[in-house]
């Protein structure tokens, strides 16, 4: 019991960090229809801007809000550069161009901060509380909890009350439509990015916060692990994706803690390829017909 | 017809075959001599390319010809090449065939006849799991299949990696370098002649038919479960095969040698040549093994590059360098003013469609 | 004799009904039309009998067999073809390639003969060629067959369609709107070709048309639907004075005149 208690308050946290992440992969996908899979790279540099602010002498909540600005407008560069061009081309190729622009960010990366792995600065305090039993949890940890739900209030807001947000629910639903209902399509999904990339930046200080390791492959796993979290939730779905990130933590350290923490890869692909046979569209999904 | 035809690329054929005897005869005294004229290095690279090649063609067949987006090619590899593995350091399959046949187990004969068996073996198996994890996978579409072949091979490596009896992450070492030139030489041939008669047949039809629109090809009678997991089965096994030919050159195999960014070098191949061109394949392997052996100390750079030519290629040529046209001695007889003959799936013109 | 007998047919897409209740008997050698205005369903009913869908309710029985959970391929290996309203070629493919591929279910050479080049491939490949030649020329396109599909022109794509469904060999032919999209010099001569192909190959065809006059002229049986629900069946003459029909289709079709 006391083993599963404090799983769970690990899987919770892991969880957060990938529902930040597959947060960007479901919107993006949502609304251009692009796995994008540069997105865990984004949460990458979100962690090392984190790191260069933290370093400078930032507070944690400034060095946050310096990654989550950074990345954002990262994330617009990308899709400008890379994925507009291919808008109307055909999926894979802009597939294909996604694996490109995470390479690309994986290696170009490399090259400017070098492979080494970093120590991310002690900005936030290590206190440890220790709950009933043996069970405990960090102050850490429970920064990782407000932040994300903070977030998450905070895209539901943006989502459901703004003028962006139900832009961005209208482009979604029917890019063609949305453009002669006289919506700015370009800049809806520029916005799209922009916040996508703002969420996987916060879960990339966090990680660094809470592990307090950095280096520039660190986005791949994560990324693929975010992905996989929003295919079970339904991709495309926002609460969706957090569901199957919060689902995928908890099941990742349950096998690190109860079987073998070798397995927890293979059992979260394991997953992935488990829901693609039997719901591809995921928990929350709906089936869509193709068009004969 | 197809005589006639044939007859028209005898010319052709022969020429090739000479091109091909020419090539090995050079490799092999450029690096047989003691000492060589080219290091050690050179033909390290030399057979890189072949291995190359030989997984470019075999993905090219299931993303480029039958159109399904498979980006877990080094699963295959991984497969193949621990099989062979296995069955020649641990089972000694050159040992055994030696002390059946009474020939010398250091002698040529019994080491080719191991390696080939051991080829073999681990390219069915990669075969195998080919058609177990195409049946479930490929009714998948696009990107959905794309991350389900990537997870499948990252699933491959996880359970290699906890396997202690192939060494889990330590990988196996030691492994006697069985593969020559020759045999990688003529592997490769091989593969590349048994994936061309694949695709310009009825049933390599049937696969591009799938590529070119799905719902016709199955009311136009094409069981196209059929043919994507035919295709998928036969990509694996050559990419198995691959797998093998690695392990028995470069004396070790890890895990973490089969993990995605190995698929996705493959996959740079496939799109650079042209989704639809084997010589395209071709020519992208030999591109980028030159591309990557050059910049052998600056891998970090060998991969933005790789980055920038996925994107750069996406945006500006999509086709790639060949689009789905081949290019033969009989191309290069038509610049020359004689009329090419088009053959049956030769020479198509157009970009790859989706 | 009975090629195809429907009977009940009903497809639900959620609460929607696109097809309900639908019968439909065609004999052997026989010419029928489906007409109806647009979205009545009657490209779901071609989708139906192809197994491209599975019904909902009811029962698809082609040459005396049940095509209940048949899949394309099985209801065409049966003796079923069909061509697309929104023509579906194998657009970066030859002409002959397009006609090759609906003739690879007779195909007699396996996997392993045309990888080794046995001379069963050569023979299978050869015969390929032929028939499908023999198909283009029926279609006056023998002279294209290099040409590469997307870049024929409209009409000839349509022909390449029907050529292709021919190859096939079926023995019920189904056209959905063939003739859309030509002028009425290609159309009546495209007209022409169905009822000769017919004749020649002892064919029993099934055409979906929009276009009234056409329909009227060529075929033998009428089936009308409208909503999902055949509303009339039977010779044109009738069908033209049915009251049904004249208010469901014909009076919006003059209303547009």
């Given at each position: ?11 919770l ?9 597959a947060l960007?992969?479901?919107m ?5 229809r ?6 865990g790279?984004?949460?990458m ?11 400078q ?8 809000l ?6 954002a ?10 994925y507009?061009?291919l808008?109307?081309a ?12 995470s390479?690309?960010l ?27 039993g ?5 102050f850490?940890?429970i ?5 994300t ?6 895209l ?5 009350k ?10 979604s639903?029917d ?21 996508g ?14 592990y ?10 994560p990324?693929?692990k975010?992905?996989?979290?929003a295919v079970?939730?339904?991709i ?15 099941t990742e ?9 070798m397995?927890?890869?293979?059992v979260a ?12 569209t995921?928990l ?6 193709e068009?004969? | ?31 047989s001599g003691?000492?060589?004229i080219?290091?050690g ?11 190359n ?8 067949l ?8 498979s ?11 621990y099989?062979?593995?296995v ?10 065939i030696?002390?059946?046949?009474g ?5 040529d ?7 080939l068996i051991a ?9 195998v799991?080919?058609?177990v994890?195409?049946?479930p ?6 990107d ?11 699933i ?9 009896y ?5 990988g196996?070492?030691?492994i ?5 030139w020759?045999?990688v030489?003529?592997?490769?041939i ?5 994936i ?10 049937a ?5 070119e ?9 094409i ?15 050559f990419?198995?095969?691959a ?26 191949m496939?799109?650079?040549?042209g ?9 992208a392997?030999?591109?980028l ?9 600056l ?10 030519l996925?994107?750069l ?8 360098l060949m689009?789905?046209?081949?290019l033969s ?5 038509s ?8 053959g ?10 989706n | ?6 009977t009940?047919?009903?497809k639900?897409?959620?609460g ?10 065609i ?6 039309g489906?007409?109806g205005p ?6 779901t009913?071609?989708n139906?009998?192809?197994?491209v869908?599975?019904p ?23 003796g ?7 023509i ?6 030859t ?10 279910s007779h ?11 046995l ?15 023999d ?10 067959k290099d040409?590469?599909a ?14 292709r ?6 023995k ?7 003739a859309?999209?030509m ?14 192909v017919?004749?020649?190959f002892?064919?029993t065809?099934?055409?979906i ?5 056409l ?12 909503y999902g629900q ?5 010779k ?8 049904k029909v004249i208010?469901a ?9």
């Open positions: 019991m006391e083993v599963f208690l404090q799983q769970l308050i690990n899987g946290s892991l969880g957060s960090i990938y529902a930040l992440i960007g992969y479901t993006v996908y949502g609304i251009i692009l796995i994008n899979f540069a997105h790279d984004i949460y540099v979100g962690a090392y801007v984190g790191y260069f602010a933290a370093t002498g930032f507070g944690f909540i400034p060095s946050l310096i990654a989550m600005v950074t990345c407008v990262l994330g617009v560069v990308i899709e400008r550069l890379a507009k061009p808008r109307n055909a999926r894979l190729a802009a597939l294909i161009t996604a694996i490109g622009v390479l690309f994986e290696y170009g990366g490399m090259m400017i901060v070098t492979p080494q792995v970093r120590t991310f600065p002690d900005i936030l305090s290590n206190k440890i509380y220790p709950l009933m043996g069970v405990q949890i960090s850490r940890e920064i990782i909890f407000v932040v739900i903070t977030l998450m209030l905070l539901q807001f943006i989502v459901h703004t003028k962006t947000g139900k832009a961005m629910r209208a482009v639903h890019n063609e439509a949305a453009m002669l209902m006289g919506i700015n399509v370009d800049n809806t999904i520029s916005a799209t990015f922009a916040i990339s703002a969420l996987a930046a916060a879960a990339g200080v966090l990680v660094g916060v809470y307090n390791q950095i280096e520039p492959l660190m986005g791949i796993m990324g693929l975010a992905f996989v979290a079970l939730g339904g495309g779905i926002i609460p969706g994706a957090v569901t199957g990130a919060m689902l995928l933590g908890i350290t349950m096998v690190s803690g109860y079987i073998d923490s397995y927890k890869d293979p692909f394991i997953i992935l390829i488990l829901i693609l046979i039997v719901k591809p995921g929350f999904g709906k089936n869509v017909r068009k004969v | 017809m197809i005589w006639m035809q044939q007859k028209k690329n005898y010319l052709s054929m022969i020429l090739t075959i000479a091109a091909l005897v020419s090539i090995w005869a050079l490799v092999d005294y450029l690096t003691r000492p060589p080219l290091s290095y050179y033909k390290l690279n030399i057979i890189l390319l072949c291995i090649i030989i997984l470019a063609v075999s993905l090219n299931i993303n480029g010809f039958t159109g399904q987006f980006i877990g090619h080094a699963g295959f590899m991984a497969v193949g090449a099989l062979s593995a069955f020649t350091q641990k089972i000694m399959i050159v040992e055994t030696a002390a059946v046949t020939l010398d187990p250091t002698g004969v019994a080491r080719t006849a191991g390696l080829v073999f073996i681990g390219a069915m198996a990669a075969a799991v080919g058609v994890i195409g049946m996978t490929l009714r998948l579409r696009g959905y299949l794309a991350i389900a072949t990537l997870g499948m091979g990252e491959i490596r996880g359970l290699v990696l906890n396997i202690e192939v060494g889990g992450a330590a196996m070492s030691g006697t370098q069985l593969s020559s020759t045999t030489f003529i592997l490769t091989i593969s590349v002649v048994v061309k008669n694949f695709i310009n047949s009825t049933h390599g039809r696969c591009i038919s799938i590529r629109n799905e719902i016709a090809a199955e009311t136009m009678g069981n196209t479960t059929k043919y994507k997991v035919l295709a998928f089965s036969i990509g694996a096994f990419a198995g095969l797998g093998a030919l690695h392990a028995h050159y470069f004396y070790t195999i890890q895990p973490g040698t089969f993990n995605f960014l190995k698929s996705f070098d493959i996959l740079v496939v799109v650079l040549g989704m639809g061109s084997l010589t395209g394949s071709i020519i392997a030999i591109l093994t030159f591309l990557s052996a050059a910049l052998q100390d891998a970090a750079l060998r991969m933005v590059i790789y980055a920038l996925l994107i290629i996406m945006i500006f040529r999509p086709q790639g689009g789905n046209k081949e001695f009989a191309t290069f007889g610049l020359f003013g004689k009329k090419s003959s088009t049956g799936g030769e020479q198509r013109d157009g970009s790859q469609s | 004799m009975t090629v195809l007998k429907v009940n047919l009903t639900t897409f959620g929607l009904k696109a097809v309900s209740d639908v019968n439909i008997e004999n052997q050698g026989e010419l029928v489906l007409i647009n979205g009545a369903g009657k490209t009913i071609f139906l009998l192809t197994g869908y599975e909902t309710v009811g029962e698809v029985v082609f040459l005396g067999k049940n095509t209940r959970n048949l899949k394309p391929y099985e209801v065409n290996h049966l079923m073809a069909r061509t697309f309203q929104n579906r070629l194998f657009n970066d493919l002409v002959l390639d397009n006609v090759k591929i609906a003739y690879h195909a007699k050479h396996g996997v392993v003969s045309s990888i080794l080049r001379p069963s491939f050569v023979k299978g490949e050869e015969e390929m060629i032929h028939k499908a030649i198909f283009l020329k029926i279609f006056k396109l023998e002279n294209k040409e590469i997307k870049n024929l022109p409209y009409g000839e794509q349509r022909r390449l369609e029907i050529a469904a021919l190859a096939a060999q079926p019920l032919l189904l056209l959905d709107e063939p859309a999209g002028n009425p010099n290609e159309t009546k001569e495209l007209m022409e070709m169905i009822r000769w017919r004749e020649k002892n064919l065809i099934l055409l048309e929009h276009d009234m006059s329909v009227m002229g060529v075929c033998e049986r009428i089936y009308v639907l409208d055949l509303i009339a069946h039977g044109p003459e009738e069908i033209k004075n049915n009251p208010e289709y014909l009076g919006e079709e003059v209303a547009h005149a």
